[in-house]
């Protein structure tokens, strides 16, 4: 039995959306606006000033958010929203800046350090008894889904902890824009990366022991859209069509996480990443992904799942699960990813055990969505299958 999910975020989907956010109803009259420290989303930022005007919405530019957002950096940007008074947030950017967002319209309106909201490793666990402020999400890239969902990833250096925090409904964005006209400059291999995770969400979900009908029915759809036009995307920014479709699956994908979840490859991931913060995540993933499904394949856990995913990305013959893991090679030659290596990071062969520990200490949740429970061992080997 599931909960049928139905989605709390307005979603304003396709080619030039961003110019009828005015249209909409605004949470609030002073906003905050996060963008990152770099390009992303600072082209666009013009646009969206425009579109605050026509609402008579007051904006604030906190602009200091890098990739795999830290925790000083979300507990500057709740600062600088109470600073400013603002009354919500809207998010200008991709994941990294939609996760800090979304964390930081939760931490404002309560006291405190972030990790006093935080869910596992060393975290206390508390519940903010304020409601976070209101958030529109306007994603410039198609990777996590975080515009349609209600957690942010954030890092703790310190300690190597990367943890998705939230899960609270008020920390679903009220709107959310999703326009690939906003994509075309993401460079291609971002938008390989960027889409190798919004697959991810996806495929894992399609295997995970949560998933549902409904789960199931999103996938499917993300994996059959982002597989199909995701190459295509990477070779030309500007194919419009490519970049929709490959936005229907991401955003779909962010459907898949709340609707049912994703499994602890993720959590595998977000333990390279915390040690390694240049690391993209979905390079991570890219990496990890050939060895993490055919462990999950050589154990013949779902083995018609393997071969229905491998039917959608285009082998519509395909009789057996590792058909699946030949669809996953020739769609990362395809995109460029096929020569990413661990090794490119720094990444060494003796941190797989740290690496393992993080991950089942920091996002042990998501090993309870496999199917079948991986070990300490276990997951040291997939680390080291995949390792080049």
């Known amino acids: 039995m599931f909960n049928l999910y139905t989605p709390p975020t307005r979603v304003l989907f396709g080619a030039g959306q961003l110019n009828n956010l005015h249209k909409q109803a605004m949470p609030g009259k002073k906003a905050a606006v996060v963008i990152s420290n770099g390009k992303s989303g600072l082209g666009f930022l013009p646009r969206l000033e425009e579109q605050m005007k026509l609402c008579s919405v007051e904006t604030f530019v906190f602009d200091k958010v890098e990739a795999n957002p830290l925790k000083s950096t979300v507990e500057a940007g709740a600062a600088f929203i109470r600073e400013k008074g603002c009354d919500f947030v809207v998010a200008l950017g991709g994941g990294s800046v939609m996760d800090a967002a979304k964390v930081m319209a939760m931490l404002a309106p309560n006291p405190g350090d972030l990790w006093d909201y935080v869910f596992g490793g060393t975290g206390k666990g508390l519940i903010g008894k304020n409601p976070a402020l209101p958030m529109i999400a306007i994603t410039t890239t198609a990777g996590t889904g975080s515009e349609v969902d209600h957690y942010g990833v954030v890092t703790k250096p310190d300690t190597n902890e990367k943890i998705g925090i939230g899960g609270r409904e008020d920390m679903f964005p009220v709107i959310a824009v999703v326009d690939p006209e906003l ?72 459907f898949v996480m709340v609707a049912g979840g994703v499994t602890s490859q993720h959590s595998l991931e977000h333990a390279l990443s ?18 993490y499904f055919s462990h999950f394949i050589n154990h013949r856990v779902c083995d018609e799942r393997f071969v229905k995913m491998a039917q959608v990305m285009g082998i519509a013959d395909a009789k057996k699960p590792m058909d699946f893991i030949y669809a996953l090679d020739r769609l990362q030659a395809d995109c460029g990813l096929a020569s990413v290596k661990m090794s490119d990071y720094g990444i060494r062969l003796g941190d797989f055990e740290t690496f393992a520990k993080n991950a089942k200490d920091t996002m042990g949740g998501l090993f309870l969505c496999d199917r079948r429970e991986l070990s300490i061992d276990d997951c040291v080997n997939i680390f080291r299958n995949a390792y080049g």
């Open 183 to 254: 994509m075309t400059s993401v460079p291609p291999m971002f938008t390989a990366f960027q889409g190798w995770d919004a697959l991810s969400h996806s495929m894992e979900g399609y295997i995970s022991a949560a998933g549902n009908i409904m789960s199931d029915i999103y996938a499917l759809a993300a994996i059959e859209n982002i597989s199909q036009n995701l190459a295509a995307a990477v070779k030309d920014g500007n194919n419009i069509e490519a970049r929709e479709k490959v936005a229907l699956g991401n955003t779909l994908s962010g």
């Open 274 to 291: 915390a040690y390694h913060q240049d690391l993209p995540h979905g390079a991570g993933l890219a990496m990890l992904s050939k060895a």
